[in-house]
């Protein structure tokens, strides 16, 4: 069974930088679609990006496309989101999900 841990998660000011982590066990990450995805206070999940296991098509949500980055290190097992220029409309708990399983998701928080 695949767990997912999620880490990099931070306060940090508007402008600034937070470069997220998923790490997986149990699955080798590069034979799975995954993504990334948030959810803030009061609202519902949101899709933020994905990437299929084979390919180098990435898709991002329109609220991060230029701003926010996927990635992958096979050889670690751990995929990443770089995000850079950072507003606090991203404040929210960020998900990686990997083959219908959800990690603990971890916190960003931006302020003015």
């Known amino acids: 069974q695949v767990q997912l841990v999620e880490s990099g998660g931070g306060s940090v000011q508007a402008g600034g930088s937070l470069r997220l982590s998923c790490a997986a066990s149990?699955?080798?990450?590069?034979?799975?679609?995954m993504g990334w995805f948030r959810q803030a206070p009061g609202k519902e999940r949101e899709f933020v990006a994905a990437?299929?296991?084979?390919?180098?098509?990435?898709y991002y949500g329109d609220s991060v496309k230029g701003r926010f980055t996927f990635s992958r290190d096979n050889a670690k097992n751990i995929a990443y989101l770089q995000m850079n220029s950072l507003t606090p409309e991203d404040t929210a708990i960020y998900y990686c999900?990997?083959?219908?399983?959800w990690g603990q998701g971890t916190q960003v928080t931006v302020s003015l």
């Open positions: 149990g699955r080798t990450l590069s034979n799975y679609a």
């Open positions: 999900y990997v083959d219908a399983k």
């Open positions: 990437h299929g296991f084979s390919g180098p098509n990435i």
